[in-house]
């Protein structure tokens, strides 16, 4: 009854894929990918929200894949994530959930006003997390902007630095 519940909230609730919500192993090139980071990425929901707007999400220069995911952090607290399929955003721009501490045991660890999260982004088919840069449009890095409940902070590109990596298989 659990395993339904979880795969009914992950389904309709943070959308992720019904694949990765049931944990099941994806064998479209005949090598099977665990969603082993995925475990990472979970979050429970909060009444203390901001959502976190980015125009780009890259890896090596080039856009990730609709199967790869952002996830917002409070140190190693997940905070939110989005899985990033752009064909659901608002005109390719897509958002990621970045929740609140609202005094419930569940969101214990989660951000308060003033915060800072951190983002990362999980690569699905290398099966590895990366951490990231915010960056501006001229390609400088900037500071991520501060945590507050309902604020809508939009940056222009979230950029994976290949060099700090965790692969999956070694969690």
């Not at 475990?39 to 976190?52: G, H, P, R, V």
């Not at 894949?65 to 990033?84: L, M, T």
């Not at 929740?99 to 999260?117: C, E, H, V």
Request: aromatic share 12%.
């Amino acid at each position: 009854m659990f395993t339904f519940i979880l795969y009914v909230f992950c389904l309709f609730i943070i959308g992720c894929s019904s694949d990765a919500a049931a944990g099941i192993l994806d064998d479209t090139n005949g090598d099977e990918q665990i969603y082993v980071c995925m475990d990472e990425f979970q979050y429970n929901t909060s009444t203390l929200q901001a959502f976190y707007i980015f125009h780009s999400v890259t890896l090596n220069g080039e856009a990730i894949s609709s199967d790869d995911w952002v996830g917002a952090f409070n140190g190693d607290v997940c905070v939110g994530a989005r899985q990033w399929d752009t064909s659901n955003c608002l005109n390719g721009v897509c958002d990621v959930p970045v929740l609140g501490s609202d005094g419930q045991s569940f969101t214990s660890g989660y951000l308060m006003a003033g915060n800072i999260p951190t983002f990362k982004i999980y690569d699905s088919s290398e099966g590895k997390i990366y951490a990231t840069n915010l960056m501006n449009e001229l390609g400088e890095i900037i500071d991520t902007p501060l945590w507050a409940n309902t604020a809508f902070p939009i940056i222009h590109s979230l950029v994976a630095i290949p060099e700090i990596e965790i692969n999956c298989s070694d969690q």
